[in-house]
């Protein structure tokens, strides 16, 4: 009978400290994704980007996502949190990219 090693309590450390931190990043990647302030007040209906794109229509939307890919690019060596703006920057690239599919 093969019997299951217990954890050691620097391993049980190293694994909750791995948990926690895949959480908080997991936890930004949402913020970057689908902040709360984007989303449709009662949990119904088009987010923010959604209706941004009804409004303007698919050419007045690609020029959005092409100005807002370039101003969180640009945002990165003027604010304190570089990485989140780069993430915002990806994202809104990676919307660009599938508007123009």
Do not use: N
């Not at 009804?54 to 604010?79: F, I, N, P, Q």
């Amino acid at each position: 009978m093969d019997a299951k090693r217990k954890e050691t309590p620097r391993e049980a450390q190293a694994r909750q400290a791995a948990e926690i931190a895949a959480a908080q990043e997991a936890e930004k990647e949402q913020s970057v994704i689908s902040p709360p302030h984007y989303m449709p007040f009662d949990g119904e209906g088009p987010e923010c980007l959604d209706a941004i794109r009804a409004a303007l229509g698919h050419e007045g939307y690609v020029a959005y996502l092409r100005g807002s890919v370039m101003a969180y690019t640009w945002r990165t060596t003027r604010k304190d949190d570089a990485p989140k703006d780069a993430r915002k920057a990806a994202f809104m690239q990676a919307r660009l990219v599938e508007e123009l599919s």
